[in-house]
């Protein structure tokens, strides 16, 4: 008999290819209609829905930890196309800005940020990103996150170019790395997490 590809036991919509060919849709609620060699869809009832993310970066992996401490009951899939690790967070090497010091402001940093961008910039992106990245920074620290720190056992914080102000928070030369291991040491300790590496998104069914 031909194993189910479907190995999760609550299964998800989506595509994803096995093998060189095969092509598998699974479904939450596990239903599925055959016509022919090609696997129809059933759409899932609402009240049985999981959650879906693709990729495995600073971004995918935060909202699946987000959304599985928010929604302990539903199962939360990861697909990324490679190992775990693998993605673009993992090799960035300088550091993340945040106005962390108190000689600091956001006004500042936002300051900086619309030159280094020649005003091209959204000013309201801008504004976002700038005041909430103390907030994001916090949290990575509280899941485990290690950024380098001074004689004195402060933030040792780097200042690079564009920036008026010392607001880098980085871990050596490899901070992608550093909040990448942090982000799937918090994966591993959620249950209804489920990474699926090597797997391909095909297509989104709307």
Known sequence: DDADPCTQ???FDAEHVLGRRQIQRCHVNGERSDRGDEQQLVRP???TEHRLGLGSGVAGLTVAIKLAKTLPDKKVFVVTKAEESESNTK????GVAAVWDKLDSFQDHIDDT???GDFENDLEVVKM???NAPECMEQLILWGAEFDENESGALDLGK???HSANRILHHK???GLEIERTLLRQVAGLKNIVLLP???AIDLIT
């Open 91 to 94: 090799y960035a090497q300088g």
């Open 198 to 200: 090597h797997h391909f």
């Open 45 to 47: 009832r609402a009240a």
């Open 160 to 162: 690079e170019g564009g």
């Open 129 to 131: 990103v700038i005041e």
């Open 9 to 11: 036991s609550d299964r």
């Open 114 to 116: 619309m030159v280094a």
């Open 173 to 175: 030369d490899i901070t």
